[in-house]
């Protein structure tokens, strides 16, 4: 988009494992484990760099946080295009 004379356009994409609200802590600490496990597995890591994904593997604080910072940041925008999810 900088190419296009919009340097201030952001094109990233990301994926989160979340689970529904409410959900026991020691339930969602594992599932933490688990996918942060799978993450750092080398056969895991090399097909995910081929499709050219860089995973994280943040805690669900952190990610709560991401989302958070990503609502403020896309709302304003949504609500002016006039968009809504259906």
Not at 24 to 37: E, S
Not at 62 to 77: D, L, Y
């Amino acid at each position: 988009m900088a190419e296009a004379g919009f340097p201030e356009v952001e094109g990233t994409t990301w994926t989160a494992f979340v689970a529904p609200a409410g959900t026991p802590k020691d339930i969602v600490a594992n599932l933490h484990d688990i996918i942060v496990t799978s993450l750092a597995q080398p056969d895991v890591k090399a097909k995910l760099a081929a499709m050219a994904y860089a995973p994280i593997g943040s805690t669900p604080g952190e990610c709560a946080e991401f989302f958070q910072s990503e609502m403020a940041k896309w709302g304003p925008v949504i609500k002016e295009a006039g968009l809504r999810a259906d």
